[in-house]
């Protein structure tokens, strides 16, 4: 079967365009370790030719899910659009209690929103997951639970996933990662979001899709 020229424009269009990373996370406070670290992920994926969204903290102070768009406010629609939208994600979250906080919990649970519109929820996404607690135990934790999320979501989880033990001194005033281990880690989560995301275009370039 031969292509028609617009099919063919199609084609290319979707080939050069920039897989678009969006990244989630933090804490209400600013400058937050979590969202420090979420940044540097982002900024791998960046270096490596994506286009990102970080909607830190103070972007996800969004009402209790209810669902229906009736109940969304500029931001959760703001949210809902990049959800949508994004070809890799990276989700951050402090370790509260062993488990993630309430503050992204909520702001997954806006997922309910994206399904019915050419995909459902998370499927043939890369999520890329990163946990940030004052010891190992309280990552680890956290980061299984991230895990679960993503899977019931339909999310592909990264096969790295950073566990991150977080001091006052890990960053410095310019969210730069000081420790070098801990920045390796955060910045393989960016390029195997972005990895998996190519591929994942490539494939539904190949698909005609």
């Known amino acids: 079967m031969l292509s028609t020229p617009a099919a063919k ?3 290319t269009e979707r080939s050069e365009r920039r897989p678009f990373i ?7 406070r600013e400058r937050s370790s979590t969202e420090l670290a979420l940044r540097v992920s982002l900024a791998a994926a960046a270096a490596n030719g994506a286009g990102t969204m970080l909607l830190g903290g103070r972007d996800l102070l969004l009402p ?3 669902p229906g768009p009736e109940h969304q406010t500029p931001q959760s629609r703001r949210l809902v659009d990049a959800l949508r939208r994004c070809d890799g994600l ?3 979250s402090p370790s509260y209690h062993g488990a993630m906080s309430g503050l992204i919990k909520n702001a997954l649970d806006y997922t309910e929103e994206v399904r019915g519109a050419g995909r459902t929820y998370l499927d043939g996404i890369a999520v890329g ?3 940030c607690a004052g010891g190992s135990q309280g990552a680890g934790q956290t980061l299984a639970a991230l895990r679960g999320v993503a899977h019931a979501l339909r999310g592909w989880p ?4 950073a566990a991150i033990c977080t001091t006052p ?3 410095d005033a310019d969210g730069a990662c000081l420790d070098l281990k801990t920045a390796a880690q955060l910045e393989l989560v960016g390029r ?6 190519r591929m994942n275009m490539a494939a539904g370039d190949a698909a005609g899709r």
């Open 9 to 11: 424009s199609a084609i």
């Open 22 to 28: 969006l990244g989630i996370g933090g804490t209400p």
């Open 64 to 66: 209790l899910y209810q």
């Open 90 to 92: 990276v989700i951050a």
């Open 129 to 131: 997951l990163i946990a």
């Open 158 to 161: 990264t096969p790295f996933g």
């Open 169 to 171: 001194m890990l960053f």
């Open 192 to 197: 195997q979001v972005l990895s998996f995301a």
